[in-house]
């Protein structure tokens, strides 16, 4: 994956979309481009990405790292670029707005998570009250400097009569700031950088803890994709099943 | 809270009952749609009580356990199949939505699960309440749109298509506003909107089902046959995420395992 990392993702990414654009502009008559904007290649590339999404539902999390389940969401990423440069040029009516939303959301959801997972960066760092630190560990045990200094100031754990915790709570303080730490309540720390308040740590008497930190760069495209995405789910309960106007064989 | 488990059974006895009578009348005098939509609004006041009655009892929102989410499984399946009835005027769609939110209620009462107070960190998040009920509530329609689909498959009846469409088309939105706002919530509590946990893989095979069945209608393509199948296999992939990946060896360390 760190082959792919920035700026190789950005540029495979510039790439992949100037491809499609210049086909789209220069040979929108050819057999490749009329095929992907075809019937066939719509429902294949949802039922290929069905059915590896099937496999992986029964044989586990590792054949979503596969080649073949990344060419099916690649292959479904490119006909969906197609059908979306069609529908902004064809589309019409009232259902043009719940096109673009659904299609343009999907594809800045899929293009954010895949070309940005290989600059996703996960660190874990064991804390005990009172101690400092500026060193996280990778799930592979790699280790990484942060850019800042983590104390651990408290951390309290409640629990319910019968054991299950109740409240998991942080208190940290960094660049000369007090912080309160949740779970479900992250810090940002940086630009596309948070810290996560994850769980209790080694014997309760030492009253340590284990905070995340995750940085996700393309995480604001992911998150631009779903608000299109939520507000075209809205046309769709709205609008109901109509068929689009516009559409004209290439 | 066993002492408000207890008063489950009689609840939900008076809205099967009058859940029933709604959809016999339903069956008997087609003409009448006012009487079996009053009676079946009344089961499902009835039944909504004992979520309210359960919930204030609980100190948190009863969506915790797979038996919690069965009771709001049993309400919008009332619900579903209540709105399908009015919209369509379907005289057998009250019965078999009738059938579907008993079997919930029943196996809710031979196996009614954990019901404490507990509610871990993870849970305590404002997305929790539309989250889950969002999701239960497109449960509720995908499983009307299932029920017309067999009749369809049985009946060889092409008219229920334009029924399953709508009802698809809603159940679709509300998947996705639940898939979504959960992506944002794993984002808030894990650190990432996207993991392919079991649970989250799920998910995506039913949306991607139903997005297929969209697809094949707005195409034109499939055969009547071939389009009920599909949205049963669809609700059969639903059934799958909701409770059936907990019986998976690859869920087991799954990080949506809430008291099972």
Known sequence: MELFAFPVNLILALVWGGIILWLWKDYRRSVFVRWFLSPLATLSSILLFGSGCLVAGFAGVECTRSWWFTSELFFMMTVLAFVLLRGLRDAGGKLRYRFILNHFGLLTVLVSLFFGSPDKDVLRLSLTPGMTSDIAYREDGSMDKLRYEVCLEDFRTDYYENGVPSVYEATISMDGKTVSLKVNSPYAARFAEQIYLVSASGPQAQGGCVLQVVRQPWKWLTVIGIILMVTGAVLLFVQGPQTLSGHREE | MIMVWDIFIYFAIAAVVLYAVGAVVAWTRPS?????????????????????????????PPMRTIGETRLWY??????????TYIRWKYNWVLSFS???STVFIVINCLKPQIHDATLMPALQSGWFIPHVTVYMFSYSILGCA???????????????????????????????????SGAVWAKQAWGDFWTWDPKETWAAITWLSYLAYIHFRLLHKGSLKWLCILVIFSFACLQMCWWGVNYLPSAQDSVHVYGR
């Open chain 2, 98 to 100: 009738a059938v579907l």
């Open chain 2, 74 to 83: 049993s309400f919008f399946a009332m619900a579903a199949g209540l709105f």
């Open chain 2, 32 to 60: 009448k749609v006012g009487v079996p939509a009053s009676l079946c609004g009344m089961a499902m006041l009835v039944f909504g009580a004992f979520i309210v009655i359960l919930w204030s009892s609980l100190s948190r």
């Open chain 2, 146 to 180: 299932f029920l017309i689909a067999l009749r369809g498959l049985v009946n060889k009846d092409e008219t229920v298509l334009q029924s399953i469409d709508t009802l698809v088309y809603i159940g679709l939105a509300f998947l996705s506003f639940g898939m979504l």
